[in-house]
């Protein structure tokens, strides 16, 4: 922990707690599985959209209260002082807040499957609450050995994208299933960048994340390999004829891209350096999730 840190005001460390922008990891899937149901069926459903999109959040907010409760168990968070667990002294209080946002997300889910008489959306939004679970909550803790950025990519991409695009549709397609890896990616690329600075407190909980196992030069070079997947990817199912050309506007996003690769590539051994880099992996995540669920709608 820097002083920088230690001396940050309250009300920035709530802000690092709550992590606001995070929250569009939450909006994008919905996002392009709605827009890609609008795209090949001409439906939106707009009550089920924002149904979707506020049970969405609150189960990210379930995910990341949580996280803090299971984190403190294991001690991985005993220098993180935006940890609500730390800002509160409350690990009861922050439990059951956790717990009331994931019954709050479940039920919006639930009254989609109810209007629809169709249990299929609030099935496959089970599977990735208990994805969730396994990743921090004991026994599992999957996130320990290294597995996080998997589970992520499966919750984030093919099971919210497609139940958002069941969810308007009430059918299955292959192109929401492509769609999703487009999701999914960058999703777990915000994850893998949030490693970067923590690998001395992650070594001393036996966090064995990819960047502690990999090293963070690795790391770096492994990023700049995903990130870069992305687009070309996005090309290649265009050229299939899988996309339509529009999805292409999601390159807009290259910029942030870059500045991703290059800023991890300079400062990946510097923990106060490439902290932030997590919220530029945000960006990327979140202009070309925008964009690329843009195109299907034109
Ligand atoms: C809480 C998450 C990451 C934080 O991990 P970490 O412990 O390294 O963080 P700190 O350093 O800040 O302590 C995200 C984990 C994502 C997880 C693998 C999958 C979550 C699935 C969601 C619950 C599904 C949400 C569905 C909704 C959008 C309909
Ligand atoms: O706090 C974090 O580091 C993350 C929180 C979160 O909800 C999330 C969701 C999806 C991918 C990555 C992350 C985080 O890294």
Redesign the pocket.
């Given at each position: 922990m820097t002083q920088a840190q230690i001396s940050q005001p309250k009300i920035k460390l709530w802000m690092a707690a709550i992590?606001p922008p995070m929250y569009s990891?939450?909006i994008m899937?919905?996002w392009v599985g709605t827009a890609l149901a609008f795209a090949e069926k001409k439906v939106f459903d707009v009550t089920v959209f924002c149904t979707?999109l506020v049970?969405?959040?609150l189960?990210?907010a379930?995910?990341?209260i949580s996280?803090?409760v299971f984190?403190s168990e294991t001690g991985?968070?005993k220098n993180?002082h935006h940890?609500l667990v730390n800002l509160t002294g409350n690990k009861q209080l922050i439990f059951w807040l956790g717990n009331l946002c994931l019954i709050a997300?479940l039920s919006e889910?639930l009254a989609i499957a109810i209007w629809q008489q169709d249990p299929t959306v609030f099935g496959i939004?089970l599977v990735?609450?208990g994805?969730?679970?396994i990743?921090?909550g004991p026994p599992f803790r999957l996130?320990y050995q290294g597995l996080?950025?998997i589970?992520?990519f499966f919750?984030?991409g093919p099971?919210?994208v497609t139940?958002a695009y069941y969810s308007q549709t009430q059918t299955w397609s292959m192109t929401s299933l492509a769609a999703s890896v487009i999701v999914g990616i960058p999703t777990s690329l915000i994850?893998f960048c949030?490693?970067f600075h923590?690998v001395k407190d992650d070594i001393a909980a036996g966090?064995r994340?990819p960047i502690v196992r990999l090293g963070t030069a690795k790391g770096s070079q492994l990023l700049t390999w995903f990130t870069g997947s992305i687009f070309p990817l996005t090309l290649l199912f265009v050229l299939c004829g899988i996309f339509p050309v529009w999805t292409l506007l999601s390159w807009l996003s290259l910029p942030y891209a870059f500045k991703l690769c290059r800023h991890v590539q300079q400062n990946h051994h510097q923990p106060e350096k490439v902290s932030n880099c997590k919220f530029i992996a945000v960006k990327v995540h979140f202009w070309s999730c925008l964009l690329f669920g843009l195109g299907f709608m034109i």
């Amino acid at each position: 922990m820097t002083q920088a840190q230690i001396s940050q005001p309250k009300i920035k460390l709530w802000m690092a707690a709550i992590k606001p922008p995070m929250y569009s990891v939450a909006i994008m899937p919905v996002w392009v599985g709605t827009a890609l149901a609008f795209a090949e069926k001409k439906v939106f459903d707009v009550t089920v959209f924002c149904t979707f999109l506020v049970g969405a959040i609150l189960i990210l907010a379930w995910e990341n209260i949580s996280n803090d409760v299971f984190d403190s168990e294991t001690g991985i968070d005993k220098n993180k002082h935006h940890s609500l667990v730390n800002l509160t002294g409350n690990k009861q209080l922050i439990f059951w807040l956790g717990n009331l946002c994931l019954i709050a997300g479940l039920s919006e889910i639930l009254a989609i499957a109810i209007w629809q008489q169709d249990p299929t959306v609030f099935g496959i939004v089970l599977v990735a609450c208990g994805l969730g679970y396994i990743y921090q909550g004991p026994p599992f803790r999957l996130g320990y050995q290294g597995l996080g950025e998997i589970l992520c990519f499966f919750a984030f991409g093919p099971l919210v994208v497609t139940a958002a695009y069941y969810s308007q549709t009430q059918t299955w397609s292959m192109t929401s299933l492509a769609a999703s890896v487009i999701v999914g990616i960058p999703t777990s690329l915000i994850l893998f960048c949030s490693h970067f600075h923590q690998v001395k407190d992650d070594i001393a909980a036996g966090k064995r994340s990819p960047i502690v196992r990999l090293g963070t030069a690795k790391g770096s070079q492994l990023l700049t390999w995903f990130t870069g997947s992305i687009f070309p990817l996005t090309l290649l199912f265009v050229l299939c004829g899988i996309f339509p050309v529009w999805t292409l506007l999601s390159w807009l996003s290259l910029p942030y891209a870059f500045k991703l690769c290059r800023h991890v590539q300079q400062n990946h051994h510097q923990p106060e350096k490439v902290s932030n880099c997590k919220f530029i992996a945000v960006k990327v995540h979140f202009w070309s999730c925008l964009l690329f669920g843009l195109g299907f709608m034109i």
